[in-house]
């Protein structure tokens, strides 16, 4: 096939890269990012098997296409790497490229295609399967009116055809052997996925499984089949969703990866130790949060930082405070003020009777001056006060040094709190 050579495919794949592929993320991207999604020797990224990637899939991709089809060897996913040409010369952009590839990708890639399906038909083929004379063409080298001809010959030239144009591939390999154009094809040992180095996230592990899926099964969801019933949920979830459910990962065993593994042509032991990695990682960060959230339920209640500190607030908090407990003297609720003891500490009351809401607390309590209405000193038994009457009901507080604090918001609020839990 003289006018098909690797370097020729090459060009195209690079003039593609340059023309389509670069206009198409130049107009979503910027010529920026275009920069740094094309330029492999300063912006490394890695493959599906985990190396450093040398080159682009597209040039993987022709460079395979060109063993199979040309040299007659076996270059991987055969079926898969047709499909993804047949993809590549139809692909257009249209009015977005400059440049655009596409006249001589249908004339040099579509020749490319039409032999890969050839030799998929020849090799693969039963020997009651047929092939056109187009095919046969591409196959023996010859012109197409040398095919047409042989199926009027005699003798060993003669190609037979079930019809017109049409001949049978077990007839075809005998006419091919006898024209001395049949070429051995190099069959390879069978490709199964083995990176270097386990899936570097649960989401690209998902993405690998599905991959491999696509290649290896007719429908894609008969992946989900493969395990026991029992664990197909899980795995269905995960395949899904592309993370792992730390409550469902029963499905995470050395068998059912040896069973995926033999079926999607991937390493096992590699499967199932990106499965635990991930799996362990998801329950060991489900457990985190949960320890976390337990910690803050053990945690003194506080109220909600930057909100005004209303009377409902402020009560909620000091009624479930642990350490905080309602003062012996105040039997029933007040609609003025209530009392309240830190446990083992000092007092301290509430007034709430306005909207605007009001602490009172000793005057050992290092507040803030900012946060201080007023300070009242001691006053001793036989003088008259002049603080809050609803105080008197609470010894320690009647009398002794108090200060009388505005509780601006939650913050403040909270910061007081704090003080009088510490002392």
């Known amino acids: 096939m003289e006018s098909l050579s690797r370097e020729k495919l090459q060009r195209i794949a690079q003039d593609f890269i340059n023309n389509e592929v670069t206009d198409v993320i130049n107009l979503f991207l910027g010529q920026d990012r275009t920069a740094l999604a094309l330029d492999l020797g300063n912006h490394k990224s890695r493959d599906l098997s985990g190396g450093s990637r040398e080159q682009f899939d597209i040039e993987l991709l022709l460079d395979r296409c060109f063993e199979f089809a040309v ?6 996913d055969d079926q898969a790497d047709q499909d993804s040409l047949r993809a590549l010369v139809e692909f257009n952009v249209g009015d977005i ?6 006249t001589e990708r249908l004339e040099t890639l579509g020749l490319l295609l039409d032999l890969h399906e050839a030799v998929m038909a020849f090799e693969y083929g039963e020997d009651d399967d047929t092939l056109t004379r187009e095919q046969i063409a591409l196959l023996s ?4 009116e040398t095919v047409r001809l042989a199926g009027f010959a005699e ?8 019809r017109p144009g049409v001949a049978r591939k077990a007839d075809v390999q005998r006419w091919l ?8 094809f190099q069959w390879l040992p069978t490709f199964v996925l083995k990176p270097e180095a386990p899936s570097p996230s649960a989401r690209e592990l998902a993405e690998t499984i599905h991959h491999q899926a696509l290649r290896q099964l007719d429908k894609t969801s008969e992946v989900y089949s493969l395990l026991p019933l029992e664990h197909r949920p899980g795995f269905e979830a995960y395949l899904k969703a592309k993370a792992f459910d730390p409550d469902n990962l029963q499905w995470v065993t050395p068998e059912n990866a040896e069973t995926l593994g033999i079926a999607l042509m991937i390493d096992p032991c590699w499967l199932f130790e990106s499965l635990d990695f ?3 990682e998801a329950r060991r960060r489900h457990m985190v949060n949960e320890l976390a959230e337990q910690m803050a339920r053990k945690s003194p209640p506080k109220a909600p930082s930057g909100v005004v500190a209303d009377k409902e607030t402020i009560r909620e908090v000091l009624t479930n405070h642990p350490s905080i407990e309602k003062h012996p003297a105040q039997r029933k609720p007040n609609t003025k003020i209530d009392g309240y003891r830190v446990i083992g500490g000092i007092a301290f009351a509430h007034q709430h009777e306005g909207k605007t809401q009001f602490l009172w607390v000793p005057d050992e309590i290092a507040v ?3 946060l201080i209405v007023k300070h009242y000193p001691a006053v001793g038994s036989d003088e008259p006060t002049t ?10 507080l009647g009398r002794a040094g108090i200060n009388k604090i505005k509780v601006k918001d939650s913050d403040s609020f909270n910061e007081i709190l704090n003080l009088l839990v510490a002392h």
């Open 387 to 396: 603080r809050h009457s609803g105080l008197a009901k609470f010894p320690e």
């Open 141 to 144: 080298g010859l012109a197409v």
């Open 155 to 162: 003798g060993e030239d003669k190609l037979p055809q079930e």
């Open 177 to 184: 052997l006898h024209k001395g154009k049949y070429r051995e």
């Open 368 to 370: 803030r001056d900012t």
């Open 97 to 102: 490229v400059i440049d655009s590839t596409l």
């Open 278 to 280: 991930w799996a362990s």
């Open 71 to 76: 040299e007659r060897r076996q270059g991987g």
